[in-house]
């Protein structure tokens, strides 16, 4: 029976480096190639050796589908493409095709500039990568080859993400990449249409969730930063340069608009300008409101938000400063981290998730002590607020899109076991459709049952609509055809078509019964009487006395003669061939029980 | 197939197939030449224009001298310009189930066909399409609107008045069906019933017809469509481009085995090379600045503008002009300079990597920021404080007929230092100057038209090879100014079907196949026996569900168990339910083992007679008789149902089924 096979490199029961094989009608598609940032060792990549131990990726690989460009979810793309060497292609939308290298560049500069790693990818390797990068359209149906298809959908979560179909013949699987299905400040909501796919392998971040109204997040955050501000102190927001940023950037700007503030927001990094200006350039994949007005007022233009320089962050006075990366693992954002955490009038918001092992995820579980580098215990006084901005579907979210997407199987990727276990029983329970949640490694095989199509020939197709009781367009019709199967082609067409094509007689094969009926009566008043009651009985058959006093039902023809030596018994001679077989047994038998009395 | 055609234009088509099941419209070209028998609508009020004559007939009655005006021996309607529909008679428009546009051009008469027509389908285009479509429209509506005209003509258009009328009145076509620009509500109305698609999305009709745009390489956003089931295909090339220019190339490897291809909107001035004529657009530019002279260019506020513009961004410093002031006046000038910057998915490979360093596309937005190049929505405010001479104007619209650019042709008109060059092909520039003669400005004439020439149209269709070629009458014939250039012509084998306005088209095309699903459960149950080498063949009978167009065979529901109950049954209750035939069989039965196959089943009494064509095999006992022949076999037996059913099952081992 026809299978998909599903095996996490990463994602499985787990946030982080998400990379997904699967096997679909002989193509195999990876998704995703992320790094994970949790890790600093060998396990930070997707383990490649798992696809193949000595042959060459490219040849066991039939595509790789990047969906959005989180270093999560790309991470590992240069390594994977140029280090352990595949040639094949890699499809991506072309926002993410844009931003992709940038933070790539950014990851390797921090990894080995900053940290001073060797044997990691190079500034060539990613150029080289981004070449194999074929930018797909949203809606667009791309023929990787003759049989393998694929086609993105608006997933919202950032900028260029998109979810994906892979398709071969009729069977088909749907990955989710990271979505959103609630609009935000600056990006629409994931949608897909009806696509019934064998499988909807789904993100599962926020599980067990569900949020209340994005409002009375926005009020909160900037009440929160309002009153850090009021009192003097510093708010620092830790981000990833693209996506909650550019969120969070148009919520202050238009609050320090209306309330008039005068303290200074800083973006740290030379991205952000930069990655403003992708946001200008790609502002049809933003939502409704902010593309309909760009030409009036660009909302990635800024009046209140300056660049930061790394002197600012010792200024007295309040402030508020996005820095860079999100999960203080690294870079600016933890730099700031350390210089304000002493004072308890200064704040940190946590705007999205952050991976186990990073300062981020220490302080949001409660952690005040830190251990830095160097064994240097630092102490956390600032307060440490969490405000999930993150653009992750919820529960609610999650069956939402299984609602919309209508997937025979379910499968959890990118979320942690014992959330996952929760939503995989809820699910379940309301669509009555398996669900999976392999861990990494762990295969996890779905049986399909596709139909399958053959061409049927439009003579067979008209006469079978066209015979049978009443054209009663309801009634499901038995239709009879031949298949006939050469090489790879399937059509069905007539019986008498199929012996025409293989130039074949056709074989008649006829009965003709003998039935023998009491009846003292002349010939001709006999066949009148067979005639009648067989027209009773047989109403919606076609019973015709023909002129030359034989009988017609249907095709098949009744005579009568009078018995040699019997005057009084009549034989009727019923004759049909092997095509009529079930009424011309019928009525051999109806007529064996003789005919009723006589009314007439 | 049908193909009803409803626009004699062959640049601004509309027609209309019935495929299948469905009603679909390709394209809605306003044909807006109509204007070029209007007067000019003068922003400001014209003396001149006020002062024409009015016309008298050759009898000398006057009745018609306040609708007609003459200007230097031509005759112009002095109303609020008209344009010419499509023709809507010729089939019931409210059955129209999808409209596909192909490019902004071509869907200008839009609104005229949703909000009039008792239209309630939906209508397909990309999303640069519909932006930039929109703003067409938009300038249109507002060069007409902020011209309030009291009158509006028609006494002319009386069929008996107009056949008095000098050419080219008289010979116009339809006037009757001319009608009056529509308003920003009936646009608004028109663009919300479009749905976005991009390049290469199938998009399913009703189930029986598949629908996919193509990249047309002519515009932003520019598509040909392929309509097709899986059987047929019919390519619609509408406004295609090979040239690289900022669209996305074409796609023409998707246009291959077409069984019918319909051909419209090449190019209009097949004997000019667009390239050439940019190079002559800039050094005409270049002297007359350098003479002290001002440029008016009429043009559409997008399309070719962003080429020219990219050409002067180039050209002007080593041309020392970049000191001159470039003027872009439309009511929709920023917003069209700052939808060319996002629509990077749709542009050809070069700004595409530019967007990804992250730069604006166009180099337009350079001459913005350096101030050579500024824009305003009117004549009108800021305009007139910043206005310097000399000094280049982009303005609208094309036919000199309304806009801006009427303004300046009254003030420029009067000056031989000054020129205007005619870009845009859409418009006889002869035509569109006739009512400002005589004229002191030079005028020049250098028509860029991207769209594909008779040369490549040859090279296309050898390349993808349809079965079929449709195209509009004008293009299956020498240009009427050229009938000795047999080369400007579409030259295929078969030669092309042409069509023109208020025609109906029966296409050729022979459909033997449709798809049907078996479903899984079915197919296990089918036997499939090898017929030949390499042929198998199953028979199947299945009950056939039709839904939305789509065929599904099932397996037959099992006869229903005979009731347990005691009841007595009616005899009709025994009535066969279903007409169901047995399958047809094929072979040949030889005697010999026929008759040892009966002797093993026990007849011990069997006769053979040989025939004339075959034999006679006699079962005395049973009083029965069995006729073998090559291709028939006849069983006579009496009514003894157990004998004949097994006589037949013996028979039908030794044939096929089908």
């Not at chain 1, 060797?118 to 809606?139: E, G, R």
Request: net charge neutral; aromatic share 8%.
């Amino acid at each position: 029976m026809p299978e998909i096979k599903v095996t996490p490199l990463g994602a499985g029961q787990d946030v982080g480096r998400s990379c997904i094989l699967v096997s679909i009608a002989g193509k195999n598609v990876m998704l995703d190639c992320g790094m994970h940032m949790g890790y600093n060792d060998d396990r930070r990549f997707p383990d490649f050796s798992y696809i193949t131990q000595n042959g060459r990726l490219t040849d066991f690989l039939d595509c790789v589908i990047i969906s959005h460009f989180h270093l999560d979810h790309c991470g590992a793309l240069p390594y994977f493409s140029e280090m352990v060497g595949y040639d094949g292609p890699i499809y991506m939308t072309h926002p993410t095709k844009a931003i992709c290298p940038i933070l790539l560049e950014d990851y390797r500069k921090i990894t080995v500039d900053k940290k001073g790693e060797t044997n990691f990818f190079t500034s060539q390797m990613i150029k080289d990568c981004m070449k194999k990068v074929v930018a797909v359209h949203l809606h667009q149906t791309v023929q990787v080859d003759e049989e393998l298809e694929i086609k993105a959908y608006y997933a919202g979560h950032v900028l260029g993400a998109a979810m994906f179909q892979i398709k071969v013949g009729c069977e088909s699987v749907v990955y989710t990449g990271d979505y959103n299905m609630t609009p935000d400040r600056h990006l629409g909501a994931a949608w897909i249409d009806k696509c019934r796919p064998d499988l909807l392998i789904s993100e599962s971040t926020y599980a067990t969730t569900i949020r209340d109204s994005k409002r009375c997040r926005e009020r909160d955050f900037l009440k929160k930063v309002h009153e850090t501000v009021e009192r003097g102190g510093k708010v620092l927001i830790p981000v990833f340069a693209l996506g909650r940023a550019q969120e969070l950037c148009i919520l202050l700007e238009t609050f320090w608009e209306r309330m008039n503030l005068k303290a200074p927001i800083y973006f740290s990094t030379g991205l952000t300008e930069k990655a403003n200006h992708y946001y200008k350039l790609f502002i049809t994949w933003t939502n409704q409101k902010i593309r309909k007005t760009f030409v009036q007022r660009n909302m990635f233009e800024f009046k209140h938000i300056k660049a930061f320089d790394r002197a600012f962050a010792d200024n007295p006075g309040p402030m508020v400063v996005f820095a860079t990366p999100g999960m203080l693992h690294a870079g600016q954002s933890l730099q700031i981290f350390r210089k304000w955490a002493g004072n308890e009038k200064n704040m940190v918001i946590m705007p999205g998730y952050c991976v186990q092992g990073t300062v981020g995820h220490k302080i949001l579980s409660g952690q005040r002590k830190l251990e830095m580098e160097g064994r240097q215990i630092l102490e956390v006084k600032m307060q440490v607020e969490y405000m999930s901005f993150s653009a992750h579907a919820d529960a609610k979210g999650i069956m939402q899109l299984i609602r919309q997407a209508e997937p025979r199987n379910v499968l959890l990727v990118h979320g942690e076991a014992k959330k996952m276990e929760f939503l995989k029983q809820k699910i379940e329970q309301e669509f009555h459709v398996s669900c999976y949640m392999p861990a990494n490694g762990e295969t996890t095989t779905i049986f399909t049952n596709p139909s399958i199509p053959v061409d049927i020939s439009l003579g067979l197709l008209k006469r079978e609509a066209a015979i049978g009781p009443a054209p009663d367009a309801k009634k499901p019709k038995l239709m009879h055809g031949t298949l006939l199967m050469k090489d790879n082609s399937f059509r069905l067409v007539s019986p008498e078509q199929a012996l025409k094509e293989l130039g074949l007689a056709e074989h008649q094969l006829r009965f003709t019964c003998r039935v023998h009926i009491q009846d003292p009566r002349k010939e001709h008043e006999t066949v009148l009487r067979v005639y009648n009651h067989l027209k009773g009985v047989l109403k919606d058959y076609s019973v015709q006395h023909l002129p030359d006093g034989s009988i017609t039902v249907e095709s098949i023809l009744i005579q009568a003669t009078a018995h040699s030596e019997d005057q009084g018994t009549k034989v009727l001679l019923v004759s049909w061939t092997y095509q009529d077989e079930e009424l011309g047994s019928y009525l051999t038998s109806l007529l064996k029980k003789g005919l009723p009395q006589s009314t007439s | 197939l049908f193909q009803y055609c409803l626009s004699g234009h062959p640049t601004l088509p509309c027609n209309v197939l019935k495929f299948k099941s469905t009603t679909i419209m390709l394209d809605c070209g306003l044909d807006m030449t109509s204007t070029l028998n209007f007067l000019p609508l003068p922003l400001v009020q014209s003396p001149r224009l006020s002062k024409l004559p009015g016309w008298v007939l050759k009898d000398g009655s006057t009745f018609l001298d306040k609708e007609l005006k003459e200007c230097s021996g031509h005759v112009f309607v002095d109303s609020v310009p008209e344009f010419c529909l499509p023709e809507t008679e010729l089939l019931d428009l409210s059955t129209v189930d999808v409209i596909l546009i192909s490019n902004y051009h071509c869907m200008m008469a839009l609104p005229y066909i949703t909000e009039y027509t008792g239209f309630t389908g939906t209508v397909y285009a990309t999303e640069p399409t519909v932006q930039i479509g929109r703003l067409l429209m938009e300038e249109l509506v507002n060069s007409i609107e902020r011209v309030p005209k009291a009158q509006s003509a028609s006494m002319w258009k009386n069929k008996e008045v107009q056949r008095l009328l000098p050419a080219p009145l008289k010979d116009a076509v339809e006037v009757s069906m001319w009608r009056k620009c529509y308003t920003m509500p009936e646009v608004n109305a028109a663009l919300s019933k479009i749905q976005l698609v991009g390049y290469s999305q199938k998009i399913e009709l009703f189930g029986a017809v598949q629908v996919t745009p193509l990249s047309s390489g002519y515009a932003l956003g520019s598509s040909n469509w392929i309509i097709q089931s899986h059987y047929e295909k019919v390519s619609y090339v509408s406004g295609s481009s090979l040239l690289t220019t900022h669209p996305q190339p074409m796609d023409q490897a998707s246009l291959k085995n077409s069984d019918v291809l319909i051909l419209t909107g090449l190019t209009q001035i097949p004997t000019a090379n667009p390239d050439g004529m940019v190079g002559e657009f800039c050094s005409n530019l270049a002297m007359t600045v350098r003479n002290g002279g001002n440029v008016l260019v009429p043009c559409y506020p997008s399309g070719v503008i962003y080429d020219l513009l990219e050409c002067l961004y180039q050209y002007i410093d080593s041309a020392g002009l970049s000191n001159v002031p470039f003027y872009f006046i439309s009511p929709v000038a920023n917003s069209s300079l700052e939808f060319s910057q996002i629509f990077a998915e749709w542009l050809c490979h070069n700004k595409q990597t530019k967007v990804y360093l992250p730069e604006p596309p166009f180099p337009h937005a350079e001459l913005i920021q350096t101030n050579k190049l500024k824009h305003y929505p009117s004549i009108h405010g800021d305009f007139s404080n910043d206005f310097k001479q000399p000094c280049v104007v982009f303005t609208g619209h094309p036919s000199l007929r309304f806009g801006d650019v009427v303004h300046f042709m009254e003030l420029w008109g009067k000056s031989s230092l000054n020129t205007v060059i005619f870009t845009e092909p859409d418009f006889s520039y002869l035509d569109a100057l006739a009512p400002y003669q005589p004229l002191a400005m030079k005028c020049v004439y250098c028509p860029i038209d991207t769209r594909l020439n008779f040369i490549q149209v040859s090279k296309l269709l050898k390349e993808v090879q349809p079965l079929h070629v449709v195209c509009p009458e004008q293009y299956t014939q020498p240009p009427p100014t050229q009938s000795h250039r047999t080369d400007l012509m579409v030259d295929c084998q078969p030669p092309p079907m042409s069509y023109r306005r208020a025609e109906v088209l029966t296409l050729p095309y022979k459909r033997r196949y449709e798809k049907i699903e078996i479903m899984p459960d079915l197919a296990d149950s089918l036997v499939p026996l090898e017929i030949k080498p390499g042929i198998s063949l199953a028979t199947v009978s299945a009950v056939l569900h039709t839904k939305d167009n789509k065929h599904v065979l099932q397996l037959p529901p099992k006869p229903p168990q005979p009731p347990a109950s005691k009841k007595r049954k009616r005899v009709s209750d025994d009535v066969p339910e279903c007409k169901a035939l047995k399958p047809l069989l094929s072979g040949s039965i030889p005697v010999d083992q026929f008759v040892q196959t009966l002797e093993k089943h026990g007849f011990s009494d069997v006769k053979v007679e040989d025939t004339a064509k075959g034999h006679i095999v006699l079962l005395q006992e049973a009083e029965t008789l069995i006729q073998l022949e090559e291709d028939s076999t006849h069983i006579i037996c009496d009514n003894d149902e157990p004998l004949r059913v097994k006589l037949r099952d013996l028979v039908l081992k030794f044939l096929q089924k089908f």
